[in-house]
Structures are given as structure tokens and as C-alpha cells.
């Protein structure tokens, strides 16, 4: 079959590919089915504080993260012995197990997720402006300040 090309977020992508140490990663990961889930605010809460957790993160670092209601967008740079689907996996498994725990029934993330190797270091500020300018686009706020959900090292 020719032109296959496998669906964006797809495992896929991932086939042959390995994560490096220090390298930055724009991560998408997307609810199942695109529920809209954390449009509540107790799931929200619940997912955040748990995908925010030192023991997770370890020795990689979140450097801005925005949490919509029916996706995330972390941008992440991986530590010493890092690998970033583990990261990455521990992380919607971890928000998963606590917004469960909240009240939600049913799986809340889809199993696969987008990333992008960030090329060069010039690129990191403009990624972080695009990931916590997400509820803007969305029309969620109209000032980033007003979205409760984000957040950048920088801030």
C-alpha cells in the first residue's frame, strides 16, 4: 500500500524513535474519545495536581503546561535516565488514578500521544508562549491570566 502514513499520535511515530537527555519535547496527549473532562473543575484540579508530582517529574522538568478540557500540552525536558514515554505514561497514569478517584468513571486519557523533539533552544520561548496561549485560541479566556489550568517556569 502506498502513501500510508499513520495517524498523527499514532505509536507509530514512536517506532525506532528514543528519547535524549536534556532534550525539550512539546508533548500532546488527548482525553478519550476528546471528552471534554477537565472542563470540570474538581477533575482539572485533581489531574494537575497529580501530573505535577516532584516524585514523577524526578530529575526532568515541566517548562510549561497548559491543560485544556479534552487535551494537554506539556513541554517537558527529560532528565539524566529519562525516558519520555515512561515520563509521559506515569504522568496521564498518575492524573488518570486521581481524577478517578474524584468521582470521574471510565478511562480518561487516549493511550497514544503527539511529540515533538524541539531542534533548537530559540524555539523553546515561542512553544511555551503557544502552549499557554492555547485557552486564548480556544476561547476559553481572554487574557492568559484568567485560564486557571497552565503554567510556565518563567511565571
Not at 23 to 38: D, K
Not at 86 to 104: I, N, P
Not at 120 to 141: C, F, G, H, K, Q
Amino acid at each position: 500500500m502506498t502513501g500510508f502514513r499513520p495517524l498523527i499520535g499514532h505509536k507509530q511515530l514512536r517506532v525506532g524513535r528514543f528519547s535524549e537527555v536534556g532534550r525539550v519535547y512539546l508533548v500532546t496527549s488527548s482525553t478519550f474519545g476528546r471528552a471534554r473532562i477537565f472542563s470540570e473543575w474538581c477533575y482539572a484540579k485533581a489531574a494537575v495536581q497529580a501530573f505535577l508530582q516532584p516524585s514523577l517529574v524526578k530529575n526532568s522538568q515541566v517548562i510549561a503546561w497548559v491543560l485544556m478540557p479534552d487535551h494537554v500540552h506539556w513541554l517537558l525536558q527529560t532528565g539524566d535516565g529519562t525516558d519520555l514515554s515512561r515520563l509521559v505514561g506515569a504522568m496521564k497514569s498518575s492524573s488518570a488514578r486521581a481524577v478517578r478517584q474524584t468521582g470521574y468513571q471510565g478511562r480518561v486519557w487516549a493511550s497514544a500521544f503527539h511529540d515533538h523533539a524541539v531542534r533548537s533552544e530559540e524555539d523553546i520561548l515561542p512553544l511555551a508562549r503557544y502552549v499557554v496561549a492555547n485557552p486564548l485560541r480556544a476561547r476559553l479566556a481572554r487574557r492568559v491570566g484568567e485560564y486557571p489550568f497552565w503554567d510556565a517556569i518563567w511565571i
